[in-house]
């Protein structure tokens, strides 16, 4: 059998699950889905369902992971001889590429813009300008997949590198680096004339816009930011070695990753409305606004490339986590090389970008329920595969082997007794219940028929 390898540290391994939960989901969407959302009330729904569904699944997974030292699928047979819990590992299989489809486009994004501002080119506070730039780069047949390939390549590079050399490495000082520069980019954009208004919308809750959607949304973010429902964490979770704490960890990732989401949202609100730009524009919000910012900050020219250099870091160490879960597998229950099956599976991954990318130019008339294949990607995975990964994960973990979880979650920490016996209340009842209720009543194509609704 191959040598897994570990992660040197709780250090290391804190900053690389922060790594695989901060990414584009906290920088890019979390500041847009708020924005649609209404801001105030989503932030609110947000944090309570982090707190609590997002906690309990989270402290699942690294369980899972930490008590069996195996990939997800190879952990669920470990535990339990029934043929079908492994089933949520080869869910999260798929999963991966089907995130991996668009995640690697919009990443790839960030990477063109690091050159476009560095050579001065977004230099305008021209907000229509900068819109239309944007969407002729998202809408050309080439350019973006160019950029898609190349990130994909440095994703592969990374995870064939190894769990010390490749994943904890690259995380180890690029998360901190990113933490500076997203409160210094808070900070210019709170002091913007005008930002006042984008706190209050931020901040302020408004009930009214509140439905089943917006609770779905706020689901599928949550899950989606955190790397959970599909085996990220539980993988992760499976390099950490047997004796360490893995209760103090899972928090501080979610703590981290939590305070980055908010950031992102007090980074970029507040500049949309300084600029009278529409809070609810969707996918250009971060690509389209703070191009804007800098062009008005001393030091833009500089502060412009480092932040994308930046998100495209906080991307990579995401997307790595994502390959990851695919490579586990085939290393752990193939006997494949790491190499050999991350090539390969970075192969599939980009030639499943392509039509990702071209479903916003050229392919943008062939839809289905109005969404172009990115989105339709995004929807899936989201609010559907995620969620119900993770409350097969709560079931499983809380249901079928309730004893041996809560005997491993003290496992680092006799004193956590306490904690565990609430900790199985939620994956067995709490969580299931209301991933489920919020899936019956908010998904658009089933909730509006239910006959209670
Ligand atoms: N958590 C990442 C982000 O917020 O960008 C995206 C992601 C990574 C989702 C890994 C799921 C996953 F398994």
Known sequence: MQDRG???SKFGFIMAAAGSAIGLGNIWKFPYVAGKNGGGSFLLIYLAIVATIGFSILMAELVIGRATQRNPVGALKRLQSGKWWPLIGYA???????????????????????????????????GDALGGMFTAFITDPLEPIVYAGLFTALTVWVVVGGVNQGLERSCRYLMPALFILVIILCIRSLTLEGAGAGWDFFTRPKWEYVTFQTVIEAMGQAFFSLSLGMGTMMTYGSYISRDSDVVESGFSVITLDTLIAVLAGVMILPAVFAFGMDPGQGPGLTFITLPRVFAQMTGGIVFGPLFFILLAIAALTSSVSLLEVV?????????????????????VAFVLCIPSSLSLGIWSDHTLFGLGFLDIMDFLATNLMLPIGGMAIALFAGWVVPKQMVEEFCAGNPKLGGLAKVWLFFIRFVSPIAILIVLLNGLPFLGPYLPWN
């Open 327 to 347: 490579t586990a597998y085939f290393v752990d229950e193939l006997g494949w090389t790491r190499r050999n099956c991350t090539i390969a599976a970075g192969v």
């Open 92 to 126: 999260g299989i798929v999963t991966a590429f089907v995130i991996l489809s668009y995640y690697v486009v919009v990443a790839g994004w960030t990477l063109a813009y690091i050159g476009k501002s560095a050579t001065g080119l977004l230099a305008t506070t021209d």
């Open 6 to 8: 570990n992660w040197s």
